[in-house]
């Protein structure tokens, strides 16, 4: 029998990345929770300069960072009587991620997440890692990064958590298949005429979870399945045949591992991302919390369904992405990015996402990367290009 290890004392130093975000204050509010368990070393935000001032008063960071420098002068007249150290601008964000402490949590929304990521990776830190974008370009590179540096990367996304969490790493051989399970979005039982009239108001309501605007646009497209899959197919030992989609309304499974003797594990909860942030804090503990607990009787039925893949094409075309060299998986994360962007912009109708994606990834299936330059470079241009195909059919 393998003995627990022992609980932790000393307060944990965290710095997150990405505080200004959903996942960052769903971060701080488990910390408020169990303010002697933590120490806050660094904040970042990109625009919000009054909640990462406010955030910063609150928690007492060693150093706070704005990626915009246009709002520096505002974050140092506010933290300065603090003694908070203040700096701004993309690498200012790069120098956070690299300060030595027990957990980074990366929440930069974005392939703009790789180099604060790979920064962390480099700095040997315990990643509880949210920024799926940076996995999807950069998931051999980010994994080599780890072993190369000792990191560990604690997936906070709901699916990949509950997978880590009943995965039997030891044992990989003995798993037939994952289950990814999918909520199927605000648009589940729309027709495609109508979803491709839809709004960014209707995209971004939710059923279950409370996220946020890019990530709500990605479920209403299931292009975050989508990308979810090539996430989890860097994450755990699979091929890309052995992952699978289902859709489960109530978001109350957050996935599911088969075993080849038949036992089918799965990790279960209320749809709050608290739940799987708590988890990758306190890990390889577990800490008490005021998540909301889960009421079998009351949740009565569970329900599961096939996914359309003729109404949501994302799912049918990350296969395509699988099978093909790593820039695919980049121009496909990119040409998204810029879809959703000028989506909420309204520059660009709901039902022209998943097609601008799939006019971009042609030139981009059989090209390689072999670097974090590459990795940058290629998702440079696939965002020119997909920008250019907006233009060019408006
Ligand atoms: N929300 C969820 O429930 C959820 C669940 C699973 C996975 N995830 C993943 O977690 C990540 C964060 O999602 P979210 O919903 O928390 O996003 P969000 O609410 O949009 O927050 C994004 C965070 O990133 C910062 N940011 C934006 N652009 C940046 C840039 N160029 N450089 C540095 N920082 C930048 C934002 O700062 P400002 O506020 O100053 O703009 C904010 O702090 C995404 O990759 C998402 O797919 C989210």
Known sequence: MQLAPAPQTAPKRLSILGATG???????????????????????????VDKLIEQAVT?????????NEAHYQT????????????????EAICEAAQRPVDTVMMAIVGAVSLRPTFCAIEAGSSIAFASKECLVCAGELMMEACRKSGATLLP????????????????????????????GGPFRSWTAEAMAKATPEQAVA???????????????TMMNKALEVIEAYHLFPLRSEQIEVVVHPESIIHSFVHYR???VLAQLGMPDMRIPIAHTLSWPQRMKTQNPALSLT???????EAPDAERFPALRIVRDVLAAKPGAAIAFNAANEVAVEAFLAGTLPFGRIAPLVEAILPHYL?????SLDEVVYLNDQARQEAKQHIHSSS
């Open 75 to 90: 974050l140092k007249d506010a933290l300065s009587p603090y003694g908070i150290t203040c700096a701004a601008g993309a």
């Open 366 to 370: 059989d090209k390689s990367v072999s």
């Open 206 to 220: 939710h059923p279950n979870w409370s996220m946020g605007a890019k990530i709500s646009v990605d479920s209403a």
């Open 156 to 183: 906070v996304d709901s699916e990949h958590n509950a997978i880590f969490q009943v995965f039997d790493f030891e044992q990989p051989d003995a798993i037939e298949k994952i289950t990814l399970t999918a909520s």
């Open 22 to 48: 959903s996942i960052g204050c769903s971060t701080l509010a488990l910390v408020q929770e169990h303010p002697e368990q933590f120490c806050i070393e660094a904040l970042t935000a990109q625009d919000n």
């Open 298 to 304: 009351e949740m009565g039925a569970l329900t599961f």
């Open 59 to 67: 928690f007492r960071p060693a150093l706070a960072v704005i990626g």
């Open 261 to 263: 003797d038949g036992s």
